[in-house]
């Protein structure tokens, strides 16, 4: 320790890998799973969990305040995209590709969640990760992460301090949890009186992305192109990272995207439930198109766009689309699967109605995040500001 009370230290002397296996997790005794999906991204907490039942045969067990880390990511994403490390104030089972890292007594008791969320932690993830499409980071690794920590003293106002702006977030989400169970619970509602059921085929033509391949990455014609990344975990598109690929103008005929075109993930690289998902394109970029882990739905005269979306979400909340799911390494869902899943159908005119109290209700959460988001990026920085030093 240097003369101002600061010292440099590995990660494995300020936190402890548990990994006390669960060779059967329904048998387990615990009623709350958490898979890779419920570790928000940039959130110091995991306030999510699924039911048992919906567990994969194995996984570990974690107690209240121990801190769950993502081990897993996609090679596409960036370590700002994959910040997912929180807190569980509860105890339960959780997926093979997070760590359970519980703290030591050599650090002020709640900061580990923050160390674990700061921009310099995540690069040296991402740096040390391996694998080609799925890529993971082990342990060895990362018990080798170094960084500087203050007195102990110090350290216990910097945790009371970033607990006070976690606080505020913590106040929000509650009411976001309570939109989103709303939301759901009306679809439900709606969707369950509906008689009719149509094939997602009849609801218009449907067209997989074109491949993404190096050699379509020269610089001669490069468009911009949407992929599952781009799809939002919730509602809508993020639009926020855009990539290119080079398409010819015979091509772009093909691919192109046309406002109102409804885009479908084809897979998942963790769960068949989260396969599915759906979003309207609204035209916001000029000449864009898709990548073939999107399946586009342009609809026909007969159903309107934003119902679509709800009548697939719908069906992948009744576990109608994980049905059709291949399952290999990654989730996989096909044209011609998703083709032949049945949503309910009905009249335009109440097509319309369905959607206007959807949108109401979406306007209502989306300026809810903004809101949280606004508090979570002062989080990020001040994290970053109080525990980044380069200087080691």
Same mark, same amino acid.
């Given at each position: 320790?240097?003369?101002d009370?600061?010292?440099?230290v590995?990660?494995?002397?300020?936190?402890e890998?548990?990994?006390?296996r669960v @060779?059967s997790?329904k048998?387990?005794?615990?009623?709350?799973?958490?898979?890779?999906?419920?570790? /928000?991204?940039?959130?110091?907490?995991?306030?999510?969990?699924?039911?048992?039942?919906?567990a994969?045969?194995?996984?570990?067990?974690?107690?209240s305040?121990d801190?769950?880390l993502?081990r897993?990511?996609a090679?596409?994403?960036?370590?700002e995209?994959?910040?997912?490390a929180?807190v569980?104030?509860?105890?339960g089972?959780?997926?093979?590709?997070?760590?359970?890292?519980?703290?030591?007594?050599?650090i002020?008791?709640?900061?580990?969640?923050y160390?674990? @969320?700061?921009?310099?932690?995540w690069?040296?993830v991402?740096? @040390?990760?391996d694998?080609?499409m799925?890529?993971?980071?082990?342990?060895q690794?990362?018990a080798k992460?170094q &960084?500087?920590i203050p007195s102990?003293?110090k350290?216990?106002?910097?945790v009371?301090?970033?607990?006070?702006?976690?606080?505020v977030i913590?106040?929000?989400?509650?009411?976001?949890?309570?939109?989103?169970?709303f939301r759901?619970?009306l679809?439900?509602d709606?969707?369950?009186?509906?008689e009719?059921?149509?094939?997602v085929?009849?609801?218009?033509e &449907?067209?997989?992305g074109?491949?993404?391949?190096?050699?379509?990455?020269k610089?001669v014609?490069?468009?911009?192109?949407?992929r599952?990344?781009?799809?939002?975990?919730?509602?809508?598109?993020n639009l926020?990272?855009i990539?290119?690929?080079?398409?010819?103008?015979?091509e772009?005929?093909?691919y192109?995207?046309?406002?109102?075109?409804v885009?479908?993930? /084809?897979?998942d690289?963790?769960?068949?439930?989260?396969?599915?998902?759906a979003?309207?394109?609204?035209g916001?970029?000029?000449?864009?198109c898709?990548?073939n882990?999107?399946?586009?739905?342009?609809?026909?005269?007969?159903?309107?766009?934003?119902?679509?979306?709800?009548?697939l979400?719908?069906?992948?909340?009744?576990g109608e689309?994980?049905?059709?799911?291949?399952?290999t390494?990654?989730?996989?869902?096909?044209?011609?699967?998703?083709?032949d899943?049945?949503?309910?159908?009905?009249?335009?005119s109440h097509?319309?109605?369905?959607?206007d109290?959807?949108?109401?209700?979406d306007?209502?959460?989306?300026?809810?995040e903004?809101?949280? @988001?606004?508090?979570?990026?002062?989080?990020k920085?001040?994290?970053?500001?109080?525990?980044?030093?380069?200087d &080691?």
């Amino acid at each position: 320790m240097s003369d101002d009370g600061w010292q440099i230290v590995s990660l494995s002397e300020i936190a402890e890998n548990v990994s006390e296996r669960v @060779n059967s997790v329904k048998d387990s005794g615990y009623d709350k799973w958490v898979g890779l999906k419920y570790i /928000d991204h940039g959130s110091v907490y995991v306030s999510r969990w699924g039911d048992i039942s919906e567990a994969a045969s194995s996984g570990k067990k974690f107690k209240s305040a121990d801190v769950l880390l993502a081990r897993r990511f996609a090679r596409s994403k960036s370590s700002e995209q994959e910040r997912r490390a929180g807190v569980a104030n509860f105890e339960g089972v959780c997926s093979g590709d997070a760590y359970v890292l519980r703290e030591k007594p050599t650090i002020a008791k709640g900061l580990l969640k923050y160390i674990l @969320n700061t921009s310099r932690f995540w690069n040296y993830v991402m740096q @040390n990760a391996d694998g080609s499409m799925s890529i993971r980071v082990k342990w060895q690794a990362l018990a080798k992460y170094q &960084l500087k920590i203050p007195s102990f003293e110090k350290q216990k106002a910097i945790v009371e301090l970033l607990d006070s702006v976690s606080e505020v977030i913590s106040s929000y989400q509650p009411i976001g949890a309570e939109i989103k169970y709303f939301r759901k619970a009306l679809l439900f509602d709606i969707m369950d009186k509906i008689e009719k059921y149509s094939k997602v085929s009849d609801l218009g033509e &449907l067209k997989l992305g074109r491949m993404k391949s190096k050699k379509y990455t020269k610089g001669v014609n490069p468009k911009p192109y949407l992929r599952v990344g781009n799809i939002g975990v919730e509602y809508g598109l993020n639009l926020s990272r855009i990539e290119y690929m080079d398409f010819t103008e015979k091509e772009l005929d093909i691919y192109r995207l046309k406002s109102g075109d409804v885009l479908v993930t /084809d897979g998942d690289l963790v769960s068949i439930w989260a396969a599915g998902r759906a979003a309207i394109f609204q035209g916001d970029i000029e000449d864009c198109c898709f990548q073939n882990h999107l399946i586009r739905l342009r609809t026909n005269s007969t159903t309107l766009p934003e119902y679509a979306v709800l009548a697939l979400e719908y069906a992948r909340y009744k576990g109608e689309i994980a049905k059709m799911v291949h399952m290999t390494t990654i989730a996989t869902l096909s044209v011609g699967r998703l083709a032949d899943v049945k949503i309910p159908m009905t009249d335009l005119s109440h097509q319309k109605s369905i959607a206007d109290k959807f949108r109401k209700i979406d306007e209502i959460f989306e300026n809810l995040e903004h809101t949280l @988001n606004s508090y979570t990026n002062l989080q990020k920085v001040a994290i970053d500001s109080m525990l980044e030093f380069e200087d &080691l």
